[in-house]
């Protein structure tokens, strides 16, 4: 029996000293307990939905969220119990969407859902999720029910902020008087993004026009003609990265480089974009990405990096709405371990997600909140980035944007103690 | 009533009976939305079997009526305060008169060519709802405002998606007994004598535009019903949901399901929403439907003119003569 529990101290020891080996050379990630042990107890059920379909795809959210929460399984889990990561695919359609959250609050009994990525499903589920008292902890955000929801907060910017971001900056540094915003015509994205650009455009003494396109018949020719037409002098890509190259392409066939100032908010800062537009375009198109840049030096984007590196798929995608995804669960996950692990349930987990106010990160210019509110934005400041010589360049750290959508995001970060 | 249609009436309302009270207690929520979601669009696919079956005319249309139904009901919805009930009627009945209007020059046409007719009337439509979209409590005739979508509203009776399930399958029930209704009185031997030789038809005395509009009008208050019941459904719609090519996709499972019969409605449905349902929930692509549909529709064309339906309903019969 002695020699036995020697023997079991003994190898108990060398496995700790190996772990702390591994982490000591700086290549292991660091999540969660980080205790270098499995976690085998009870699995804590979470999911998350995904857009990912032509036009576009969503999926980096939960791409992060994933490999995130196989390195805290891996790692002592939530006091010992496993996060099951259930992820489901809207399609960009709003009957699957509600579907595949029925399916995953009422059937699945998730207590949250983390790093969702999707045009269509907060639109349709936002109901859902406050009647079900179930927080998401979105990742990859783009309509305005996003940011306008009580149970719904996302670390993403979505395209207003971003896109006001991009405005900005090229007002202040490229001297843009008029701007087309070119988007889907989707009331609650494009139409709602856009109507705010124009917004902020005129607050500033400047002029600004919709070019809304039909989401189901992309044309870009005829898109990129009527912003000429329309006599612009600024272009602002509010549209996922696959058509915004479509019409970047379109541009350098028809020599539109000059022609306009180019700039987009944060769906085309991606790591494969160098590849697809060459050098054309280097130089001369200004992006604001709503999280860090890729090659930061912070500690968490250096875990997230080393997360999607260990736990992460080949073909995840490693874009903003990936490291957004790895911190929404990251947050998420530091939250539940402050919680009895045996009594984690939705109400709670619920709760412990309001309570989450002021926690910080490399990846994020503000302090991330959640709070008891009927509409979340946390982040609202951005960077911005030059596309150059196949990568990307940092111009401007942190700002902010000034525009009256936020004035109500403003008072609850006053009332939270956090201006 | 014959035999054949009595056994089909009684198995029609053990079923719903069955629907109604049984499947709620046993299917998950996720399941119960699924067939909320066929049970809709096995009422449209009604209308399209039944301008078909009695006529023999081809709509192509019949997606894009459910759209214009559920734009009615949405901009009720928003800009009254009626019973939800009767907003779902009132677009039901909008619809069928769109539906007649736009078939009212297209009726000197038959096979092809009136299909070809139909399907543009499907684009027309597609670009109408990407361009002027679906109200969302904005102001104005559009009622479109560049935000989030304001709340739509479910019968009181029917606020939860297993309520709401429970009232879809008795409006469909209902739209049955409506087809069931016409095809045994004046419209059903008016459309039998017409699709049997439109010459005879008017030298009987029969007002061969009338009818034929007629059974235009009742297909498109179906689908108009169906898109009320869907944004009752889904709490919001989307242009993209209603695309022209998913008109070809209904009327081809219209047939495949079999357009004589009810029954054939139901398996049309359930083709269009369960199949690629059960698809996603294996983690399977949902586009092995398509496959699956176009056998399906070789199989009907070569075999099964009264498709699955027809066979099932055969076997019945088959089942009767044998004792």
Known sequence: ?419 | MDPLQKTSTWIGVALLALTVLILPMVLGALWIKVLTSAAIFALAASGVALVYAQLGLINLAQIALIGVGGWIALRLNYATDLPVTLLVIIAGGLTGVIGALFALPALRMRGLYLALVTLMVAALAQIFFNAFQFPNGGEGFWGVAQKSADAVRRPGFAQSDTAYFRYVMIALGVAFMLIGLHKSSAPGRAWAMIRQSEANAMAAGINVTFFKLWAFALSGFLAGTSGALLAGALGQLDARSFLAGEGILLFALAVVGGVFSWLGAIVAGLLYKLLPAIFNDLGLSADIAMIIFGAALMHAIMTAPEGIAGQIMGAFKKGGSDD
Request: proline share 5%; charged share 20%.
């Open chain 1, 1 to 419: 029996m002695k020699t036995s529990l020697i023997l079991a101290t003994a190898a108990t020891l060398g496995l700790s000293l190996m772990g702390e080996d591994a982490k000591a050379d700086g290549h292991a990630p660091v999540c969660g307990l980080n205790t270098g042990q499995a976690a085998t107890g009870e699995p804590i059920k979470v999911g998350g939905i995904n857009g990912n379909a032509p036009p576009g795809d969503f999926s980096g959210g939960t791409d992060g969220a994933a490999a995130y929460f196989d390195c805290v399984n891996a790692n002592g889990g939530i006091n010992g119990r496993p996060i099951d990561y259930l992820v489901e695919n809207d399609q960009w359609n709003p009957e699957l969407a509600g579907q595949v959250a029925t399916k995953l609050v009422k059937d699945e009994g998730v207590v949250a859902l983390v790093g969702n990525g999707s045009v269509v499903e907060m639109a349709v589920n936002a109901p859902l999720y406050a009647a079900e008292d179930v927080m998401v902890m979105a990742s990859g955000c783009a309509i305005s029910e996003c940011y306008e929801s009580s149970h719904i907060v996302s670390t993403n910017q979505g395209p207003l902020p971003s896109g006001i971001g991009a405005l900005k900056f090229a007002i202040e540094e490229l001297g843009a008087t008029n701007a087309a915003c070119i988007g889907f015509n989707i009331p609650n994205n494009g139409g709602w993004a856009c109507d705010w650009m124009n917004e902020y455009m005129s607050s500033k003494g400047l002029q600004g026009t919709s070019i809304l396109m039909d989401p189901t018949a992309v044309d870009l020719n005829s898109v990129y003609l009527q912003a000429l037409a329309e006599g612009v002098d600024t272009i602002l890509l509010m549209l996922p990265a696959g058509p915004a190259i479509g019409l970047l392409k379109v541009a350098e066939e028809q020599g539109g480089r000059e022609m306009f100032k180019w700039v987009s908010p944060t769906p085309l800062y991606e790591p494969g974009v160098g590849e697809v537009l060459g050098d054309y375009w280097s130089d001369h198109l200004y992006i604001n990405i709503e999280l860090n840049t890729f090659d930061s030096d912070g500690a968490d984007n250096q875990n997230w990096v080393k997360v999607m590196d260990t736990y992460g798929k080949d073909d995840d995608r490693r874009d903003t709405f990936s490291q957004s995804g790895y911190i929404s669960a990251k947050f998420f996950v530091d939250a539940l371990l402050d919680l009895d692990a045996d009594r984690i349930d939705r109400p709670s987990v619920t709760k412990a997600i309001q309570n989450i106010v002021g926690v910080e990160s490399d990846l994020l210019c503000d302090p991330y909140y959640v709070g008891v509110a009927d509409r979340h934005m946390p982040n609202h400041s951005g960077r911005m980035v030059v596309f150059k010589d196949g990568g990307f360049e940092l111009m401007r750290d942190c700002y902010d944007i000034d525009t009256n959508y936020l004035e109500p995001i403003l008072a609850q970060e006053t009332a939270l103690g956090l201006d």
